[in-house]
């Protein structure tokens, strides 16, 4: 069996290291520390907006806690993304809210505001309104922030930004990660920079952040004992793993680049290939192209062509499975368009790592050129 080629495995950059003998040697090994409060003024940094970062045990905990900070309770709603990954919605149910699913638009394959609208309004038509709106930037392409925001505006709706797929991304040369009310990133192994796990959250006030941590760490209240006035979680990213992300963060920069030049490398070589769509990059939209996808005319070329990379032990995944057409939210309203059926039907994401080594490329390219010479 040839070597397998993973969708996008962990690319560490040799710096991470350092900063973990660090957290042994002053023994630091405990769910706060240095590297935690390094990790977070790197994430703000590199932000540059004037943001404030909590560096959290996950993206699911990170969106979990915004919807907290939120308000979101039992009987609530929150309107959510369907052409997402099951994390973005999870934590909607946590709160004992309901999910409302809304379509994709085909520009970005993200929230179609006009689908946005028509959901909010028959909501509101029905007496209830929305506590939120959950937004993701998917396989790193930015959403249609302006559009989005002007919705969410004119009826007063807080957004919460995923941006677990889209560090590194841009929107009119601003960073995604900095468009919502709050904001949340993963480091999860298959993300852009990994900690092995973990996850932020981003807060445009520092009292937002404070809220944040305190939740994050059990919610002790002030006191020389243990107590307690709000029912708190266990959330907050081990001082080691801030090691790695320390680490990972020399290197993010480079990753983007990586990624996007495996993207340029599909989109050159497979060209002449009339059964196979890119997602293209708007004007002014800057993708970190996480994974690198495609369209295929039918279902039956996309599952043989998935089918023909496994048989060479190259893994490609089918796009996101919308939220929608999952059988643990069936139940959930949803406002569809039909856009994120057809691109679950038709599309596939490709190996996309930044490890990836010319000759792994080279060997993908084999293999899908010699599915359609067939
Ligand atoms: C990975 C991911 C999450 C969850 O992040 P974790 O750190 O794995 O909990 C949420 N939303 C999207 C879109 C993701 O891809």
Same mark, same amino acid.
Request: hydrophobic share 35%; charged share 20%.
């Given at each position: 069996m040839k070597p397998k080629i993973w969708l996008s495995s962990p690319h560490m950059s040799g710096n991470e290291l350092p900063y973990i003998h660090e957290a042994f040697e002053s023994n630091w090994v405990a769910?706060?520390?240095?590297?935690?409060?390094?990790?977070?003024?790197d994430l703000q940094s590199y932000l540059e907006e004037d943001r404030h970062v909590a560096a959290l045990a996950s993206g699911t905990s990170a969106l979990h806690?915004?919807?907290?900070?939120?308000?979101?309770? !039992? &009987? @609530?709603e929150v309107i959510c993304q369907? %052409?997402? /990954?099951?994390?973005?919605?999870?934590?909607? $149910?946590?709160?004992?809210?309901?999910?409302?699913? =809304?379509?994709?638009?085909?520009?970005?394959?993200?929230?179609?505001?006009v689908q946005l609208e028509i959901a909010i309004t028959d909501r509101l038509s029905k007496g209830i309104k929305p506590k939120a709106i959950i937004a993701v930037?998917?396989?790193?392409?930015?959403? %249609?922030? @302006?559009?989005? !925001?002007?919705?969410?505006? %004119?009826?007063d709706i807080p957004v919460i930004e995923d941006s677990a797929e889209s560090l590194g991304s841009l929107y009119k040369g601003q960073k995604c990660?900095?468009?919502?009310?709050? *904001?949340?990133?993963?480091?999860n192994g298959n993300k852009i920079?990994?900690? *092995?796990?973990?996850g932020a959250l981003v807060t445009k006030t520092l009292k937002q952040k404070e809220k944040a941590v305190f939740l994050a760490?059990?919610?002790?209240?002030?006191?020389?004992h243990y107590l307690h006035s709000h029912i708190g979680y266990n959330y907050r990213m081990s001082n080691i793993v801030a090691g790695i992300g320390r680490g990972q963060m020399t290197i993010l920069d480079s990753h983007v680049?990586?990624?996007?030049?495996?993207?340029?490398?599909? =989109?050159?070589?497979?060209?002449?290939?009339?059964?196979? $769509? /890119?997602?293209?990059?708007?004007? &002014?939209? /800057?993708?970190?192209?996480?994974?690198?996808?495609?369209?295929?005319?039918?279902?039956?070329?996309?599952?043989?062509?998935?089918?023909?990379?496994? %048989?060479?032990?190259?893994?490609?995944?089918?796009?996101w499975k919308p939220m929608h057409q999952q059988p643990v939210f069936k139940t959930a309203p949803s406002y569809l368009n039909g856009v994120s059926d057809e691109l679950f039907e038709k599309g596939l994401c490709l190996p996309s790592g930044s490890n990836l080594t010319d000759a792994e490329l080279d060997r993908v390219m084999t293999t899908i050129k010699t599915y359609f010479s067939k």
């Amino acid at each position: 069996m040839k070597p397998k080629i993973w969708l996008s495995s962990p690319h560490m950059s040799g710096n991470e290291l350092p900063y973990i003998h660090e957290a042994f040697e002053s023994n630091w090994v405990a769910p706060l520390g240095p590297n935690v409060n390094s990790f977070e003024t790197d994430l703000q940094s590199y932000l540059e907006e004037d943001r404030h970062v909590a560096a959290l045990a996950s993206g699911t905990s990170a969106l979990h806690l915004s919807l907290i900070l939120l308000g979101v309770e !039992n &009987g @609530d709603e929150v309107i959510c993304q369907s %052409k997402t /990954f099951s994390a973005s919605a999870n934590p909607i $149910v946590y709160q004992g809210a309901t999910p409302i699913f =809304v379509d994709s638009e085909r520009e970005t394959w993200n929230m179609c505001p006009v689908q946005l609208e028509i959901a909010i309004t028959d909501r509101l038509s029905k007496g209830i309104k929305p506590k939120a709106i959950i937004a993701v930037h998917l396989y790193g392409m930015p959403y %249609k922030v @302006d559009e989005i !925001n002007a919705v969410a505006l %004119k009826y007063d709706i807080p957004v919460i930004e995923d941006s677990a797929e889209s560090l590194g991304s841009l929107y009119k040369g601003q960073k995604c990660g900095t468009f919502g009310d709050f *904001s949340i990133l993963s480091f999860n192994g298959n993300k852009i920079i990994t900690t *092995s796990g973990g996850g932020a959250l981003v807060t445009k006030t520092l009292k937002q952040k404070e809220k944040a941590v305190f939740l994050a760490t059990q919610a002790r209240d002030d006191a020389p004992h243990y107590l307690h006035s709000h029912i708190g979680y266990n959330y907050r990213m081990s001082n080691i793993v801030a090691g790695i992300g320390r680490g990972q963060m020399t290197i993010l920069d480079s990753h983007v680049a990586r990624r996007r030049s495996n993207h340029e490398f599909y =989109v050159n070589a497979l060209k002449n290939n009339d059964n196979i $769509v /890119f997602l293209q990059e708007p004007d &002014g939209y /800057f993708s970190n192209r996480w994974l690198s996808c495609i369209l295929l005319n039918s279902k039956s070329t996309r599952e043989g062509l998935r089918l023909a990379l496994e %048989k060479e032990n190259i893994e490609s995944r089918p796009l996101w499975k919308p939220m929608h057409q999952q059988p643990v939210f069936k139940t959930a309203p949803s406002y569809l368009n039909g856009v994120s059926d057809e691109l679950f039907e038709k599309g596939l994401c490709l190996p996309s790592g930044s490890n990836l080594t010319d000759a792994e490329l080279d060997r993908v390219m084999t293999t899908i050129k010699t599915y359609f010479s067939k």
